[in-house]
């Protein structure tokens, strides 16, 4: 009797025991279908990117170092005799003439001459201005002036090099009577050439050293040679300064590079 009693107890909690661990399966999880984005029409306003982006006229000069007829080109020196300083240089007038007649100051006479270029050829007077400014300078400040063989003239695919050896750049040009260097202040002599008084008999000299301050400015004219039918539009002055400045151009289009290349 107590043995049925037993199996009938443990058949009793076998059967509770095995319907209480046992879980019904988990139905699948249903999900919602993607609906689909309906385009978006209308006007949109574009985003601006470095593609779009136009910077500025001074900025951009600065960056490629090309210019307009008047703008100036500067670099900056450290430890000039003890002073920080900064060379500015700019060409700021052109001007053709077919023939022009000129006289030396160190020939001691007033005689006139007339100089005419090659046939089918014309004359080219650019003029240029450089001077070294800087702040707890001495007057005494210099550095080796660049002359007129650091300027070119480019049409097309050809490079005009200045005239030094056929004319004697110490010439004064008749032409140039009423015609003053950017300051307004002197006549026009060649560029890197200054005129000594001595007891009454002007001497053209060769400046070597550029001085501190504006007045000590180097500033005249330049000559080439170019084939007459130029179109001033097309002329591209080149500036060489070796490592110290870098290399420039100017345009005698007003506006030139900027709105050429943009």
């Not at 951009?60 to 703008?71: D, F, G, I, T």
């Not at 140039?176 to 002599?189: C, H, I, N, P, Q």
Request: proline fraction near 5%.
């Amino acid at each position: 009797m107590y043995t049925k009693t037993v199996i009938i107890v443990l058949l009793i909690l076998g059967l509770v025991f095995s319907t209480g661990c046992t879980s019904p399966a988990k139905s699948p999880v249903s999900q919602e279908p993607v609906k689909a984005v309906p385009p978006v029409t209308g006007n949109i306003s574009p985003v601006e990117t470095a593609d779009t982006y136009r910077e500025s006229y001074t900025d951009w000069k600065l960056r490629n170092r090309q210019y307009n007829v008047s703008e100036w080109h500067t670099w900056h020196l450290d430890n000039v005799s003890g002073s920080d300083m900064t060379v500015h240089v700019t060409m700021y007038r052109y001007r053709f003439e077919p023939d022009f007649q000129a006289h030396s100051v160190s020939w001691g006479t007033d005689a006139y001459f007339r100089h005419a270029p090659d046939e089918g050829n014309t004359w080219l007077f650019i003029w240029v201005c450089m001077y070294m400014d800087g702040s707890g300078a001495s007057e005494d400040t210099r550095i080796w002036g660049m002359g007129a063989n650091h300027f070119c003239v480019r049409i097309g695919d050809k490079t005009y090099q200045p005239i030094t050896n056929e004319i004697d750049l110490t010439q004064d040009i008749k032409e140039f009577k009423d015609t003053y260097d950017l300051g307004s202040v002197a006549r026009t002599l060649p560029y890197g050439y200054f005129v000594l008084n001595q007891g009454g008999k002007e001497t053209a000299i060769v400046q070597g050293w550029l001085h501190m301050g504006r007045s000590n400015a180097w500033d005249g004219w330049i000559l080439y040679e170019v084939p007459k039918d130029t179109d001033p539009d097309t002329i591209i002055v080149l500036g060489g300064f070796d490592r110290l400045g870098g290399d420039a151009k100017w345009t005698f289009k007003p506006g030139g590079w900027y709105d050429g290349l943009y």
